[in-house]
C-alpha cells in the first residue's frame, strides 16, 4: 500500500475514459501523438462481465469512473475569458443590426436562444441523473456508441 502511494507521488497519473474503472495509465510513459493514436483503439474494459454488449460495458465503465471534482484559478480564468469573448462578439453583432435591422437580430437571437436552452436544458438533465468523470462525448458514448 505505501509503495502504491510513493510511485502514485513520484509519478504523473491519471484516469481517462478509455480505460477500465480502477486502472491508472503513467503520462510519463506514453507521449501525446501515442495518446492520441491509442485513443481509436477499442476500449478494453478489462474484468467486466464478457455477456455485456457494447453499450452496457460502456454505462458500467461510465458509471464506476471516480470523479474529480477540482476547479483550479486557470479554470476559472478560462471561464472567464469565455464570458469576455461571448460579450465581445454580441457587442460585435453591430454589424447585423446595420444590415438586417432590429427584427432580424431579435428573430435570429430568439432561435438560437431556443435552441441552446433546450441543449444546455438537456445536458443539464444528464449530468444530474447520469454523473460521469470526463467531458459531454461520454455521454455520447454511453448512449450512443461507444
Request: glycine share 10%; proline share 5%.
Amino acid at each position: 500500500m505505501a509503495d502504491s502511494i510513493k510511485e502514485k507521488s513520484n509519478t504523473s497519473t491519471y484516469h481517462t475514459d478509455r480505460s477500465p474503472p480502477g486502472s491508472v495509465v503513467e503520462s510519463s510513459s506514453k507521449s501525446r501523438w501515442q495518446n492520441f493514436k491509442d485513443s481509436f483503439k477499442e476500449v478494453d474494459y478489462g474484468e467486466i462481465d464478457p455477456n455485456m454488449t457494447d453499450i452496457e460495458k460502456a454505462n458500467y465503465a461510465t458509471a464506476h469512473s471516480p470523479l474529480s471534482r477540482s476547479l483550479k484559478n486557470r479554470h476559472l480564468q478560462m471561464i472567464a475569458i469565455g464570458g469576455s469573448i461571448g460579450t465581445g462578439l454580441f457587442v460585435g453583432s453591430g454589424t447585423a443590426l446595420r444590415t438586417g435591422g432590429p427584427a432580424a437580430v431579435l428573430i435570429g437571437w430568439l432561435l438560437v436562444g431556443a435552441m441552446m436552452f433546450c441543449t444546455v436544458h438537456a445536458l443539464g438533465e444528464l449530468c444530474v441523473a447520469y454523473p460521469v468523470s470526463g467531458a459531454f462525448s461520454a455521454y455520447a458514448t454511453r448512449f450512443i456508441c461507444p
